[in-house]
């Protein structure tokens, strides 16, 4: 897997880099210090899979950063996901940033070995958001079961699993409806994915923000969607 990291720190950079090696050994690391040099980066490296981001920059401030990036990822149909680094936790940066197809977000202050499980489960096609952080969006969901209690499985269709691992990758409504378009040889209306999104997000008990909501949802869980395994 080749990785990008991208953050104006190069100690944090470093260390960074190392914690990731012990999630994938095999990781290939490459490294940016400002948007411009992460834009040429992704330019020079279009196989890069992950994509760790500061979202403070010294050419770019919050959420705009990933914006920028990701929408360069999308004119190049690059096939790139994106978890946020970020010294800040506040729910409606987390909820902005997630919409903004970030598919994770990890607290500089974490320790090491959190960060490297967080890492593991982005891998494994998990979404990885901070407890502390998750406790602030309970609002969105319809029940929430006492501490220590089983979590009843959820039991998505085919096309809900499909649609899932495609969110949990970090594709927009409209990008997802292309992609099972291009694979079911048919049209389909990102509407349609909205609606499916919607049926996700009811079985999951999610009744605010659907897609950020389902994102938190997914990562309280712990559920991982593979996307290779899902669209095979």
């Known amino acids: ?30 490294e940016a210090g400002s948007l411009a040099e992460a ?5 020079d490296h279009p196989d890069v899979e992950l994509v760790l981001l500061d979202l403070e920059l010294g050419d770019s401030h919050g959420a705009q950063t990933l914006r920028r990036l990701r929408a360069s990822c999308e004119e190049r149909e690059l096939d790139t996901r994106f978890v ?7 729910p409606e940066l987390v909820r902005e940033v997630v919409d903004d197809c970030a598919t ?13 499980q967080a890492i593991a489960l982005t891998i494994a096609g998990g979404v ?27 039991q998505l269709t085919r096309r809900e699993v499909e649609v899932a691992a495609l969110l949990v990758h970090g594709y927009t409504y409209k990008r997802i409806a292309k992609e099972l378009g291009h694979r079911d040889g048919k049209s389909i209306s990102d509407h349609t994915i909205r609606a499916h999104v919607g049926n996700i997000a009811w079985k ?11 994102m938190a949802e997914i990562a309280r869980r712990g559920l991982t969607f593979p996307l290779r395994a899902q669209l095979a």
């Open 1 to 30: 897997m080749r990785c990008l990291i991208v953050d104006d720190h190069p100690l944090t950079r470093d260390g960074t880099a190392s914690a990731l090696r012990e999630a994938d050994p095999d990781a290939e690391v490459v």
């Open 39 to 43: 834009l040429q980066a992704l330019a």
């Open 84 to 90: 946020v680094l970020s010294g800040h936790g506040e």
């Open 104 to 116: 994770g977000f990890i607290l500089k202050a974490t320790s090491r070995k959190i960060f490297t």
């Open 128 to 154: 990885y958001i901070p407890d502390v952080v998750l406790r602030h969006l309970d609002a969105g969901v319809a029940v929430r079961p006492p501490a220590g209690a089983a979590v009843r499985p959820v």
């Open 204 to 214: 999951l008990g999610v009744t605010e923000n659907a897609k950020s909501g389902v």
